[in-house]
């Protein structure tokens, strides 16, 4: 078994197993890019990149890690694609499969995924969607475990709105034995299907998986507070509403004060000061978002060569 050859779509269809090589290849290629050996373990490889929303740390640390691993990675903006035109995912999946090794790609649609998956021969990496960010979420645990050296039995708090990065979170927490409570207000709070899957996940450890309305109620005895935007890609018409909405669910030095003493805080980034994190908390010594930033390089290079070293019919 492996994950060879697989798409990386949610981290609830990846076995504990899985997720531990991927935590493990990423802590190997992280040293040795820091003691700047060679890793060319996908050379002569191309991944395409589709993107349908913006982004900063996600093109930038999949091209630099595939460039990294003595491969090609190619941007391909919905602007410029035929995508962009109104040609089907169906037939865009089965023209790259016969280019390239590789598709990571960020758009709305969860389902539009599933259906890139379904028609390529060639492994999946979701890089975003409106569902779930599981990439990021992965990234997350792996800096966890470098800060903490143990994720089983820790409690993470995630205070803000129940959207992809939640989710992710509930997966990959489920996934690795650590406690996770959400803090959301009611109509924000993360989708139900999601909770309960990564409930019955959390259940293998005995892991808890929780829903509140009170910030503070899950901040307490927290390791890990993590927070993201109130307004994602795509909502951002809903601005200001959420920016009432979401009052009092931000991370600051109150809230920071009811975790433990040595918690540590997280943001997928980008962030919005005085919005979901204070900057006090956001440069804090508390602080390990930077961290986090660089690890999506390590994580998705694991991702990359686990899933890349074949294709889907080898
Ligand atoms: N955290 C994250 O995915 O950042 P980008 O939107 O910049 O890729
Ligand atoms: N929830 C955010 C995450 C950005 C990395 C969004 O979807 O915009």
Not at 100 to 115: L, N, P
Not at 179 to 191: K, L
Request: charged share 25%; with cysteine; hydrophobic share 40%.
């Amino acid at each position: 078994m492996g994950i060879q050859g697989k798409d990386l779509l949610s981290i609830h269809d990846l076995s504990v197993a899985e997720v531990s090589e991927i935590l493990d290849v990423a802590e190997t290629l992280k040293a040795k890019q820091q003691r700047g050996e060679e890793h060319h373990w996908l050379k002569g490889k191309t991944l395409g990149m589709i993107f349908q929303k913006s982004s900063t740390r996600t093109r930038v640390s999949f091209e630099v890690g595939m460039w990294q691993l003595g491969g090609l990675a190619l941007f391909l903006s919905d602007r410029d694609l035929q995508i962009g035109r109104g040609e089907p995912i169906k037939d865009t999946a089965r023209v790259l499969s016969r280019y390239m090794d590789g598709i990571m790609i960020r758009t709305f649609s969860h389902d539009e995924v599933k259906e890139l998956a379904r028609y390529a021969t060639i492994p999946i990496i979701n890089g975003l969607t409106d569902l779930l960010h599981p990439c990021q979420a992965l990234t997350d645990i792996f800096t966890v475990k470098e800060h903490k050296g143990e994720l089983k039995g820790l409690k993470m708090a995630f205070i803000g709105d129940g959207n992809n990065m939640s989710h992710a979170l509930m997966q990959a927490c489920a996934k690795v034995g650590m406690h996770i409570t959400v803090a959301s207000p009611s109509a924000y709070a993360p989708d139900t299907a999601i909770v309960d899957e990564a409930r019955a996940d959390a259940a293998v450890f005995g892991s808890r998986v929780e829903v509140v309305t009170d910030p503070f109620a899950a901040a307490k005895d927290a390791d890990v507070l993590y927070t993201d935007v109130w307004a994602s890609m795509g909502q951002e018409a809903e601005q200001q509403k959420r920016e009432r909405d979401f009052s009092g669910f931000q991370i600051n030095r109150e809230l920071l004060q009811t975790a433990k003493k040595d918690a540590i805080v997280l943001h997928c980034l980008p962030a919005h000061r005085g919005e979901e994190i204070t900057e006090e908390v956001m440069e804090g010594p508390q602080s390990a978002v930077f961290d986090e930033a660089e690890n999506r390089l390590h994580v998705q290079k694991a991702i990359m060569a686990l899933l890349m070293a074949k294709n889907k019919n080898q």
